[in-house]
């Protein structure tokens, strides 16, 4: 984590996407798509409401000792901006919208493969509301449209349908991509950034999801559990995923969610080696054109400029 703090470097001069930009998104694709290894070895390590809490608070506050070590009068600045602030804690909270809900109601009707494809109309939402929010223009906004309906269906030909018909699990298949890409999109209002939005935005998803485990606790009264594993686990995805979107915009993180399907249908082919029918290669080259096309540079897409600082 040491080489994310650098000199200072001025936000508002674009730089072109280097090596630099992209390694906490490669970290994060990897980390995703192994995540479910360690949790085949060790049960405790799946995800829950306070292992996802305590994870973003852990991550929120690794963020904020490395802007401890930054000159304070940035700080200062921002602690005098409330409505900056609050637009980054509910960034947050909306950002991590998808797996909240999941862990509310997967007991109840909503599967992990219908979060899956839900998730990929992620890059569709953002398309949307990056030129409503002014994060982008709009033209071009076919061509970011597309990939997510493309992931979608690729996603449809390889895993489980989801089952519609029930109330809530066809509300929390609409919110999932809806909240993540209208968080991903209000995180890139700031330019230039300021300097506490990772960890404003990393806090904002642990207080979503503490009100969640007390709501949960308080309706359900379902007891908190918490495996460390988890908790590390989590917060390691969290931070990562956040960084990602920091350095790389909406829409090149928003590929994740195309991405780490991809990379776990491949580990599965690898490991269990199937009989691939045509649906299967069709999923799969759609599946894989939509993650590429989402990396590409867009012509109306501002170049990220290089972050000083982690905060």
């Known amino acids: 984590m040491g080489c994310i703090v650098r000199g200072t470097i001025a936000l508002s001069q674009p730089a072109q996407v280097t090596t630099y930009h992209w390694w906490p998104f490669v970290l994060l694709l990897f980390a995703g798509a192994a995540r479910w290894i360690v949790t085949a070895a060790h049960a405790e390590a799946e995800s829950t409401l306070a292992s996802e809490a305590i994870g973003c608070a852990w991550a929120a506050f690794l963020a904020l000792l490395f802007l401890m070590r930054q000159p304070s009068r940035p700080r200062a600045r921002y602690m005098r901006s409330p409505a900056v602030a609050i637009r980054h804690l509910l960034a947050g909270a909306m950002l991590f919208g998808g797996p909240a809900i999941y862990l509310l109601i997967r007991s109840h009707e909503l599967e992990a493969s219908s979060l899956t494809i839900g998730l990929a109309l992620t890059p569709v939402i953002i398309a949307i509301a990056a030129p409503a929010l002014g994060t982008e223009r709009t033209d071009g906004v076919a061509g970011r449209i597309w990939p997510g309906l493309a992931a979608v269906a690729g996603l449809l030909l390889l895993l489980a349908q989801p089952s519609l018909g029930d109330l809530r699990s066809d509300l929390a298949l609409f919110l999932a991509p809806t909240l993540t890409g209208v968080g991903a999109a209000l995180f890139g209002v700031d330019v230039p950034a300021s300097p506490m939005r990772i960890t404003s935005t990393l806090l904002g998803a642990s207080l979503l999801f503490t009100l969640a485990l007390a709501a949960n606790y308080v309706i359900a009264g379902v007891r908190p559990s918490i ?22 915009g909406a829409t ?29 290669i069709a999923g799969l080259v759609l599946l894989a054109l939509a993650s590429v096309y989402l990396l590409l540079p867009q012509p109306d897409e501002p170049t990220p400029a290089i972050p000083s600082r982690l905060g």
Do not use: H, K, M, N
Not at 228 to 245: Q, T, W
Not at 253 to 271: K, M
């Open 252 to 280: 090149r993180w928003s590929s994740q969610f195309t991405w780490i399907p991809l990379l776990i249908v491949l580990e599965g082919i690898v490991l269990v080696r199937p009989q691939l029918t045509a649906y299967w």
């Open 227 to 248: 495996s460390l594993l988890a908790v590390a686990c989590d917060g390691l995805l969290a931070l990562l995923g956040v960084i990602a979107l920091e350095q790389l």
